[in-house]
């Protein structure tokens, strides 16, 4: 897996780094407690903001002592913690107000590398609003207001970490999963007999897996490393996945449980049709499993040499998908034959393609260029008369790629703006028919009550 980048939170002790930490890995690892001190040792975690991803440190309150005592020894924690992050979150209690120890926390930090996020904490209320004017003299702008507590003010930090985060930790390692030299981990899926293990014999070359006219013979979800063209893949075989009042037998029940809990592990899928059958609702909804997951779809019809006015199943299939897919228009279909090999090297092609739209991630400029000139040539409407304001958007991950779109009164955008800017974003900026995710944030104002 690729490397995480780092967040460090810091702090004189008692103002709510645990909280904060607690907050953003989603469980109580910290212990909290009013009494301060109690955080002795770096407590690291993986968090999830609004979907960023990063590592995040929990330190032990910054105290002026000789590096011999303990809470000397774990300011020297704190130190290394800093040192090692891509960004610090400097934490103040807006209540107590600005003391004499973030004060000389201040000046240690200002004379390190790291850069420094100022967090105002229990902003929430009037009672922290002199603590927060207090904190301008810091000399690190204007502080993220929040509430640990409350969770209130989390857009604010999202926004605030951004520019830091944006893009670290995906190219630090040459060998992670995420790559473009990575295996291609690709999925066939499909109903039962649709020539699944057929299909990957084909491209392999061999008799890897046992096939036969009997549907279901495949039990077991079966990964195989092997290379195309010079390009590592891991192909995953599927069992057969049948209407669920279909699935009556324990064994089969599990077999399908493995099969979608395969689809969780991939980055493509391609969805097996027989083309002697055409398409099935049960297509639809395996179609519509994958993408819920965020994962990459394609569409293959198998058995393309034995088809009956093949133009025809071709374009009728084709209508059913944008119809049944609306969430993803012009998801690829290709036509292949397991038995003869014709269209393998196509589907492989469109695969690997696939997945590198799926990994995509568009510079904040170039995104925002885009964003503009979307907005300008289609404005948001204004319910009740009141306008909503879209300020701006960005790109929080990829595979499969989120975006967040920050405005004021975005709880009333129209779904059918959302895809309008989704379909945008898959037509103009390169993503093609991968699931696009949209997030709609408006900053919070702690002092709204």
Known sequence: MAKLPTVAIIGRPNVGKSTLFNRLVGKKLALVDDRPGVTRDRREGDATLIGLDFRVIDTAGYEDEDPQTLPGRMRQQTEAAVAAADVALFLIDARAGIVPLDEEIARWLRASTTPVVLVANKAEGRSGEQGVLESLALGFGDPVQLSAEHGEGMADLFEALLPHLDGKGEEDDPDADDSPDAPLKLAIVGR?????????????????LITGPEAGITRDSIAIDWEWQGRAVRLIDTAGMRKRAQVQDKLEKLSVADALHAIDFAEVVVLLLDATRGLEVQDLKIADRVLQEGRALMIALNKWDVAEDASKLFNGVRAALDEGLAQVKGVPLLTVSAVTGKGLDVLMKVAFETREAWSRRVPTGE??????????ANPPPAPGGKRIKLRYVTQAKTRPPGFVLFGTRVDQLPESYQRYLVNGIRRELGFGAVPVRLTLRAPKNPFDR
Not at 194 to 208: H, Q, V, Y
Not at 367 to 376: G, S, T, Y
């Open 367 to 376: 995104l925002n260029r885009w964003f503009e000139r979307a907005v300008e």
């Open 192 to 208: 039962p007999n649709a020539g699944k293990s057929t299909l990957i014999n084909r491209l392999l070359g061999e008799d890897r």
